[in-house]
């Protein structure tokens, strides 16, 4: 199975910041990796697919980068709707895996 | 618009069985590949089913043997057979949309999502 580990587990920043989230995967997965944001008792909702795609309708605040095993979600200039868990999950291979989320707080 | 509405979660006791069912709106649920994604109170989320635009599937090795995903296409409505269900099942469990363009699927509508809890 490919392990997905983000760091930090928590981040905590302030509005206007601008941040970013790693997620390692255990074994190279191209550019196959998407990201997620969560806010509590909500559905996920998808922000970035193959690595640095950003899905239609998202803030371009957001953006991807990486390939191989390195990925990064980054923020800018952080608003309060910012706030919130994100993970990312790999689709390059079964079983299909996600982090174990990173919380972005208000610091 | 993309709605999808879970239901049939609730209270069941280790041993016993449960059928969730994902209502479509804004898709059409034959010609699009649907999975269920579940995450346990306070948790990470946990892929456990898809089902393909072929009617191929894909089972976690957690649920394998336990769980059948399958469609209704007259109702535009994917459903979730769970049995034998273990207390670790307990999870609110998302209807989602997939989306196959790579070697698997990512996901870009989900439901509100259903609880689930497996106790005695």
């Known amino acids: 199975d490919i392990q997905m580990t983000q760091s930090p587990s928590t981040l905590s920043a302030s509005v206007g910041d601008r941040v970013a989230i790693t997620c390692r995967a255990s074994q190279t997965i191209s550019t196959w990796l998407a990201w997620y944001q969560q806010k509590p008792g909500k559905a996920p909702n998808l922000l970035i697919y193959k690595a640095s795609s950003l899905e239609s309708g998202v803030t371009s605040r957001f953006s991807g980068s990486g390939s191989g095993t390195e990925f990064t979600l980054t923020i800018s200039s952080l608003q309060p709707d910012d706030f919130a868990t994100y993970y990312c999950q790999q689709y390059n291979s079964y079983p299909i895996t996600f982090g174990q989320g990173t919380r972005l707080e208000i610091k | 618009e993309v709605q999808l509405v879970e239901s049939g979660g609730g209270l069941v006791q280790p041993g016993g069985s449960l059928r969730l069912s994902c209502a479509a709106s804004g898709l059409i649920v034959s010609s699009n590949s649907m999975s269920w994604v579940r995450q346990a109170p306070g948790k990470g989320l946990e892929c456990v089913s898809v089902i393909y635009g072929g009617d191929a599937t894909y089972y976690a090795d957690s649920v394998k043997g336990r769980f059948a995903i399958s469609r209704d296409n007259a109702k535009n409505t994917v459903w979730l057979q769970m049995n034998s269900l273990r207390a670790e099942d307990t999870a609110v469990y998302y209807c989602?949309?997939?989306?196959?363009?790579?070697?698997?699927?990512?996901?870009?509508?989900w439901g509100q999502g259903i609880l689930v809890t497996v106790s005695s």
């Open positions: 989602a949309r997939v989306i196959v363009a790579g070697p698997l699927p990512y996901f870009d509508n």
